[in-house]
């Protein structure tokens, strides 16, 4: 199946979406899916040849039909296929026969329902490879391509399509109905949008290179249920990003929790929609929570000019807008700085004298209760002055309410046409981005489409709905300049050093071979001592200093302190003999455990306590996870993702987005991290991780990683492989 998904090529592509004839195999005037399909086809007002076919009907919907694919006069550019699955393989044998070189199959009953259908859609994919022929489905409700006019699509489009700037790719059926509605309530343009349906050649990779590629499109939007072909969705968005193509995805369906090791806390953490969380972090895809949000974010980006940086000015008519938008610009990080004193004079001239010219503004309801003879009203004004100000980087413009339909007063519509016509030419010509917002997110009336879309604006729906779709690009154009590490071989030695008969290990390492790992990676750890005996266990305390830490040193013991194998705070020859006594005689409970000795470590006080683990994830492999550690990790629950390799950069961002970073930074009088030197710490752990083979690797988990100020000490150590 690889070879031919390899053939779908954007190229290929480009055909396939964009048919100049088409065939409909099973149609019938009693067909609701071939009735859906000739709707389909008048909204996108495709004016090409639509040739029924059916074995006992002469015509269809009025149009002449014929009795099979064999029988057409010259080949179509496409076939959609309505019968039933047990009918599908001689369809293709038609159509192969025919010449006809793509094909959407309707039909179900094929991987969604088993191994056999599993088997039977390998079958059907195998036997249209043969003739040559690209396969969408099974299982499939075809695509609507706006700007080439085809609509091969067996469900309701919303009226009127609007071509634009957003292409969709769903792994749903009936989802894209939704989604096309929800875009016709905002105006929101569509260029292709496909129902993926089975991906039996077609898959999701696929139609995102074609989208990637596609001029039309400006924004991708994808609903998917899983990430099929990782390294191809992984390269797609990286060509995305290399172009400033948006991606945003709303990615539903929680799996259990990939690669977990109950060895290892991390396991329990990394859950696959947390992976998923940092995949589309590494290649910037903005993950979405809704269909609003994710339509939302797109028709930002792909209408509004892209703001410049995170200051912002807010002009609207509300003080309860204010409020609301100062909230949720805050919780997105968008900074709303004091206006400039000459745009606060500039402002002061059209405002009552009981109003404050101050961002985010206010402009009163005072212009609406009372009678004005021009278009613009002092809402505009304020505009005009905020887009001059030299300390914003846009404004987000909450003055425009768009009446249902066109006002009855002649004098009132044309002023408020003028007025709109001024604004699309002020968005257009202003020094910085304006974006304009609604109040909330209903839909825009037929008047309101044709208007604002002639003036070129595009309103978002709804304050908070607006700043969340802002905060999204603000934080996509961000990291557009944070290119993702390059792949690193897995397994790669480079210097690491390891025991080779450790990989062989079904199992938890010895600690004393864990440390020696992550040390020759450039992890520092704190002194420790492998001793076999309690008095030298007591010479070595007085070498490290103490108070000191005992742990017992065996591969079978992965949980040290659950078993009385770890001795904290220990001062004193005689504490020390007995200390070692205590958890050696602990560990020797411990069925099968075979004992390397006690290590004896400097006890360490202050700092933050870190967990860094590594997990290989079943479909992305190997996934860094950093967060607040110590025997909290699970309890406190602030962690955050990365799929390895990372650089330092990455690991900064990454522990600036722990909920607990402030104690990093000397929160309450504690000494501040060094965060160039744990970021480097935190990446060659990483690296650690990649030095064992991702096929042997189950976990590798510091925990904790200790930092004060610029020292950084790997504590406890816990590396767990798979037997071979």
């Keep these: 199946m690889g070879d031919r998904l390899a053939r779908v090529d954007p190229e290929r592509l480009r055909e396939f979406f964009a048919p100049r004839s088409l065939a409909v195999v099973g149609a019938s005037d009693t067909s609701g899916w071939a009735q859906f399909l000739m709707a389909s086809s008048v909204a996108t007002g495709f004016s090409g ?85 690209v396969l969408l489905g099974p299982n499939c409700l075809g695509f609507l391509n706006a700007h080439a006019r085809a609509g091969p699509f067996a ?89 400033g193509k948006p991606i945003v995805a709303l990615k539903s369906g929680s799996s259990p929790v990939g690669q977990a090791t109950a060895l290892a806390h991390t396991g329990s953490i990394a859950g696959d929609d947390a992976v998923v969380d940092a995949v589309f972090r590494r290649y910037n895809v903005i993950r979405a929570t809704s269909i609003e949000e994710l339509l939302g974010t797109a028709g930002l980006l792909g209408y509004d000019r892209w703001p410049r940086g995170r200051r912002m000015g807010v002009v609207t008519a509300s003080g309860g807008a204010c409020g609301i938008i100062a909230d949720r610009a805050s919780a997105q990080g968008i900074a709303i700085p004091p206006f400039a004193a000459s745009t606060v004079e500039a402002i002061k001239a059209h ?43 846009f404004v987000l413009f909450n003055g425009l309410s768009v009446p249902d339909a066109r006002p009855a007063d002649e004098g009132a519509a044309s002023r408020f046409e003028e007025r709109v016509r001024w604004l699309g030419e002020r968005i257009a010509n202003s ?74 290990q079904d199992g938890p390492w010895s600690e004393a071979a864990a440390r020696d790992l992550v040390a020759s990676c450039g992890v520092p750890l704190v002194p420790a001592e492998l ?32 078993i009385g194998g770890v001795a904290l705070g220990v001062h004193g020859d005689a504490q020390v003999r007995d200390a070692y006594r205590r958890v050696l005689a602990a560990a020797q409970t411990v069925p099968g455990a075979v004992v390397d000795g006690v290590l004896v470590t400097p006890m360490r006080s202050g700092g933050v306590e870190l967990l860094v683990g590594v997990t290989v994830d079943r479909t992305f492999g190997p996934v860094l996870t950093v967060g607040l550690g110590g025997v909290w990790v699970e309890l406190l629950a602030d962690t955050s993702l990365r799929v390895l390799p990372v650089t330092a950069d990455d690991v900064k961002r990454m522990l600036g987005e722990l909920r607990g970073s402030p104690l990093l930074h000397g929160a309450r009088g504690t000494r501040p991290a060094d965060l160039d030197a744990l970021a480097r710490v935190v990446k060659n752990v990483g690296d650690a991780a990649l030095s064992i083979p991702s096929e042997s690797l189950r976990a590798l988990e510091i925990n904790p990683l200790w930092v004060s100020g610029d020292q950084v000490e790997a504590l406890d150590v816990l590396i767990v492989t798979k037997g071979s």
């Design 49 to 133: 040849p639509l040739i029924p076919v059916h074995p006992k009907h002469e015509t269809v919907f009025g149009r002449q039909a014929v009795r099979s694919l064999r029988d057409l006069a010259e080949p179509v550019d496409l076939a959609f296929i309505m019968v039933p699955a047990h009918a599908v393989p001689d369809v293709i044998d038609d159509a192969g026969a025919a010449g006809v070189r793509n094909a959407i199959v309707l039909a179900g009953g094929y991987g969604e329902v088993g191994r056999e259908g599993v088997a039977e859609q390998a079958r059907l994919a195998e036997q249209a490879a043969e003739y040559g022929i």
């Design 155 to 243: 469900l309701t489009i919303p009226l009127p399509l609007r071509p634009g700037p957003v292409g969709l790719a769903l792994q749903s059926g009936a989802l894209a109905s939704v989604m096309l509605a929800f875009a016709r309530s905002r105006a929101i343009g569509v260029s292709t949008v496909v129902s993926l349906g089975n991906e039996s050649m077609i898959g999701t990779a696929d139609v995102l290179d074609y989208l990637v590629a596609d001029e039309q499109t400006r924004v991708i939007c994808l609903f998917l249920e899983e990430i099929r072909e990782p390294d191809r969705f992984a390269r797609a968005a990286e060509e995305a990003a290399r172009l």
């Design 351 to 393: 405002l009552p004298a009981f109003a404050v010219a101050c961002n985010p503004l206010d402009v009163t309801g005072y212009f609406l209760a009372n009678p004005r003879t021009g278009a613009l009203t002092a809402v505009d004004h304020a505009l005009e002055a905020a887009v001059a100000d030299p300390g914003l980087d």
């Design 431 to 504: 020094p910085i981005p304006v974006i304009p917002v609604g109040y909330t997110c209903v839909d825009v009336s037929s008047y309101g489409r044709e208007l604002l879309g002639a003036s070129d604006i595009h309103l978002l729906g709804g304050l908070e709905a607006g700043v969340q779709a802002l905060g999204n690009a603000l934080r996509w154009l961000e990291n557009r300049t944070s290119a993702a590490p390059a792949p690193v071989r897995a397994g790669a030695p480079g210097d690491a050093v390891r025991d080779e008969n450790c990989l062989d």
């Design 531 to 562: 001793v076999t005996s309690a008095e030298a266990a007591a010479q070595a305390a007085r070498r490290l200093g103490s108070p000191v830490a005992l742990k017992v040193c065996s591969a079978q013991i992965a949980h040290k302190s659950d």
